[in-house]
């Protein structure tokens, strides 16, 4: 039986911690990394330089944040064809939460996070 997270602090949560094991995962099995599994990471950094570009005067910094955001859109819409509107509605922030989280996790994983 699958049981959703209660609340976004507690999805965020989980996702970061995926983040986190998956690069200790990496780290212990070179063999395992997927071209894939680096999208959250470099999607971070990406929004981050963004932001750091905008706040500089550098309007093409809204590349990174504003292709993440219509892409988020695009898929929500998408998926949420199939969900009832409230649902439907949460899909950005739920997206949001799961892909930034794990990125982030993953990019602030510690060396010393490792299983005995």
């Known amino acids: 039986t699958y049981r959703p997270r209660t609340s976004l602090r507690a999805l965020a949560r989980q996702y ?30 990406a929004i981050g330089l963004g932001v750091a570009l905008v706040l500089v005067g550098q309007p093409v910094g809204w590349l990174a944040p504003g292709g993440y955001a219509a892409a988020n859109l695009a898929a929500s819409a998408l998926v949420g064809r199939r969900l009832a509107v409230p649902d439907a509605l949460r899909l950005p922030a739920v997206f949001a939460t799961m892909h930034l989280c794990w990125g982030w996790g993953f990019l602030t994983s510690s060396r010393r996070l490792n299983p005995g």
Do not use: A, N
């Not at 995962?25 to 680096?38: A, K, T």
């Open 16 to 45: 970061r911690d995926y983040g986190r094991w998956r690069r200790v995962v990496m780290r212990r099995h070179g063999d395992s990394v997927r071209w894939h599994y680096l999208v959250p990471p470099v999607t971070v950094l």
